[in-house]
C-alpha cells in the first residue's frame, strides 16, 4: 500500500513523492532533490512545525500522515557529530566498541578507523581484509570473507553500499548501533584486494586527511544551536581543546617593505579623534622639546571638563535629514530579514584577512593615561610584546616597585593587558594605528603611590599642555557638510514640481475643455 507525501522547497513549489510504509525519509529527501536538480548533502527535511526529521527512520516510524507536507530546507554545512558503536561478531571475540565521528564518514572508514585501533580501544582487528581457504580441510585457495553491517534494519553487505555515509543513511546526529557479521564471497581475496583499492583507495586517504583531528576528539567539538560543528579540535595540537588554523599567517620578512595602516580613532583628553582628520601635526601643536627617551609626556588637563564639552552645540547637528531616514529605515530592513551563522570556512577566511591586514602594520602608536590624567605618547614596533610596554612604562613611574595593571579596550571590550613576552601587541593582541591604554596601579600599591604623582621628575619637567584644534575639525565637518547641501540646493526641484503640480490639477479639474 502506498501513499504520497509533498515537499515543499522555499519557492513554495511543491514535488509529490510516492512513500510506501518501509520507505525511508533518506529516500525521499533523495527523491525530491533529485526533482528539483540540487544536492541532497545541502538539504533536510522539517515539518510544517519547524521540527528537523530523522532522516534515518523508515515512513511508517516516522509520525508522519499520508500527503503531509514537507518543507526542504538548507542544511548546515558542518558535519555534525554522530556516537556509533559497533557490535562485532564472536570471530573477533565479541563485545563492543564505541566512537564518535562526523556525519560524512562513510561505513567502510568506519570499520577501517576501528580496525586500526584509531578509534573505539587501542586493540588492533581485521574487519575488511579476511580470508578464508575455500577447502574444508584448512587448504585451498582463500576466498574473501565480506563484512556485513546490519545499521537500522538495513542489510549493507557489498562495496557499493559501505561506500555511503552515515549521513547519505539518514544518520545526522545522536547515536547508533551497528552490527557486523561476515558473510563468505566466491570471489579470490587477491582480487578483492583490487576492487577494495579501486573503490576505497583515494576514498580513504580523502576522508582520513578530512577526519583525522575528529576522531577521537569529537566530544570536544563546539556544537551550534542546529547541532553543526563551529569548529573542530586537532588531535595533534599541543592542547586538543584550543581550535586549530589550517595555515597560520607567515610572519614578514625583514625586507619587505610595508605600509602604515589606516589610523583607528582614538581619545584624547575625552575628544574623540576621528581618522578623517587630515594630518597629526594639525590636531596636536606640542614642540618638540616634551620628548623624554623618545617618549612625548602631556601634562594633565588643566580643567575637570572634558574639553569636548565646552566647545558650542550646532543645533543642526540634531536634524534629521533624509540620508537619516533613508539609513534608518535600511536598517529596519536589514533586522528583520533572517540571517544565518558564518560557516566555519567563512570564520576561516575573516581570520586569514585579519591576520594579513595585521601583517602590513610596522608601528603602533600607543598612548599611556595615568592615574593623575598626565599621558605619554610612544611608538613600538610589530615585533614588541606586551611586556616590552609594561618595562616601558615602568621606567617613567616615580615607584617603580609598585605593581600595576595596563588596561585597553579590545574586540571583547575592556581588557587587562597581560604581562607577557609571549603576547605581540600587534599579531596577537591586535594592536594599529593609536590606540590608548590606561595605567591603573594594583590593590596592593601603597598609598603614597597613589597620592603622588606618577611620573618622574625627569619627564614631569619636559611635559607640556595636549592641544586638540576642535575649530579645526569642526570647520572641516562644517565644510563636508555645506557642499552636500550646496549641491542638493542647486537643482531646481521646487519650480519643476510647481508647474507639474499645477498643469496636473487643471486637468484633473478639465479647465480648458470644450
Known amino acids: ?15 509529490q513523492i510516492k512513500v510506501t510504509p518501509g520507505k525511508y525519509l533518506r ?11 540540487v544536492n541532497p548533502e545541502a538539504y533536510t527535511l522539517k515539518t510544517q512545525t519547524n521540527k528537523v526529521l530523522d ?76 580470508g578464508v581457504p575455500s ?11 565480506q563484512p556485513c553491517i546490519n545499521l537500522m534494519s538495513r542489510t549493507l553487505d557489498t562495496f557499493t553500499d559501505l561506500q555511503k555515509t552515515l549521513a547519505q543513511l539518514g544518520i545526522n546526529s545522536g547515536n547508533a548501533m551497528m552490527r557486523l557479521n561476515f558473510r563468505l564471497s566466491e570471489q579470490p581475496l587477491e582480487i578483492a584486494m583490487q576492487e577494495i583499492s579501486q573503490y576505497f583507495g583515494a576514498h580513504d586517504a580523502e576522508q ?43 610572519e614578514p620578512d625583514n625586507d619587505i617593505s610595508m605600509k602604515e595602516a589606516p589610523t583607528a580613532p582614538t581619545i584624547e583628553n575625552d575628544v574623540i579623534a576621528s581618522s ?26 588643566s580643567s575637570s571638563t572634558p574639553a569636548a564639552a565646552l566647545q558650542p552645540d550646532d543645533p543642526a547637528v540634531f536634524e534629521p535629514t533624509i540620508d537619516h531616514a533613508k539609513a534608518h529605515q535600511a536598517a529596519l530592513q536589514r533586522s528583520s530579514k533572517n540571517t544565518r551563522l558564518l560557516s566555519d570556512a567563512e570564520l576561516e577566511e575573516q581570520e586569514r584577512e585579519r591576520r594579513e591586514k595585521l601583517a602590513l602594520v610596522q608601528q603602533v602608536t600607543i598612548r599611556v593615561r595615568y592615574p593623575d590624567q598626565s599621558m605619554i605618547e610612544t611608538t613600538l614596533q610589530a615585533s614588541d610584546t606586551a611586556a616590552d610596554l609594561y618595562s616601558r612604562v615602568n621606567s617613567t613611574l616615580a615607584c617603580a616597585h609598585e605593581a600595576f595593571e595596563l588596561r585597553y579596550t579590545g574586540s571583547k571590550g575592556h581588557e587587562t593587558l597581560p604581562n607577557n613576552s609571549s603576547k605581540r601587541l600587534v599579531r596577537d593582541l591586535g594592536f594599529r594605528g593609536k590606540v590608548l591604554v590606561t595605567m591603573v596601579w594594583d590593590t596592593d ?26 575649530a579645526s575639525q569642526q570647520a572641516d565637518s562644517d565644510a563636508a557638510d555645506n557642499v552636500v547641501v550646496n549641491k542638493k540646493s542647486t537643482e531646481p526641484k521646487k519650480e519643476a514640481s510647481k508647474g507639474d503640480l499645477e498643469a496636473k490639477m487643471k486637468k484633473f479639474l478639465g479647465f480648458g475643455k470644450k
Not at 577447502?135 to 570473507?145: A, D
Not at 556544537?223 to 595533534?236: E, K, N, Q, Y
Request: net charge neutral.
Open 1 to 15: 500500500m502506498s501513499s504520497t507525501v509533498f515537499v515543499v522547497d522555499s519557492s513554495f513549489k511543491r514535488t
Open 27 to 37: 529516500e525521499i529527501l533523495e527523491e525530491a532533490c533529485k526533482a528539483k536538480k
Open 55 to 130: 532522516l534515518s527512520q523508515p515512513f511508517r516510524l516516522s509520525g508522519l500522515s499520508a500527503g503531509a507536507k514537507l518543507q526542504l530546507v538548507q542544511a548546515s554545512r558542518s558535519p555534525s557529530v554522530v556516537s556509533i558503536a559497533l557490535q562485532l561478531p564472536e570471530s573477533e571475540g565479541g563485545g563492543r566498541v564505541q566512537d564518535k565521528f562526523p556525519s560524512n564518514t562513510s561505513l567502510w572508514l568506519v570499520l577501517r578507523k576501528f580496525e586500526d585501533g584509531v578509534a573505539g580501544s587501542l586493540k588492533k582487528l581485521n574487519l575488511t581484509q579476511r
Open 135 to 145: 577447502g574444508n580441510s584448512g587448504s585451498g585457495r582463500l576466498l574473501y570473507e
Open 208 to 250: 582520513a586527511a578530512a577526519t583525522n583531528s575528529m576522531v577521537k576528539t569529537a566530544d570536544e567539538a563546539h556544537s551550534g544551536a542546529d547541532g553543526g560543528l563551529a569548529s573542530i579540535p586537532s588531535v595533534d595540537a599541543a592542547d586538543a581543546g584550543v581550535p586549530s588554523n589550517d595555515v597560520a599567517c607567515p
Open 276 to 301: 578623517s582628520v587630515p594630518e597629526p601635526e594639525k590636531q596636536n601643536s606640542e614642540p618638540a622639546n616634551n620628548v623624554v627617551n623618545g617618549i612625548s609626556v602631556f601634562l594633565p588637563p
Open 445 to 470: 600599591a601603597s598609598t603614597q603611590a597613589k597620592t603622588s604623582p606618577c611620573l618622574k621628575e625627569e619627564y614631569r619637567s619636559k611635559a607640556t599642555d595636549l592641544k586638540v584644534e576642535l
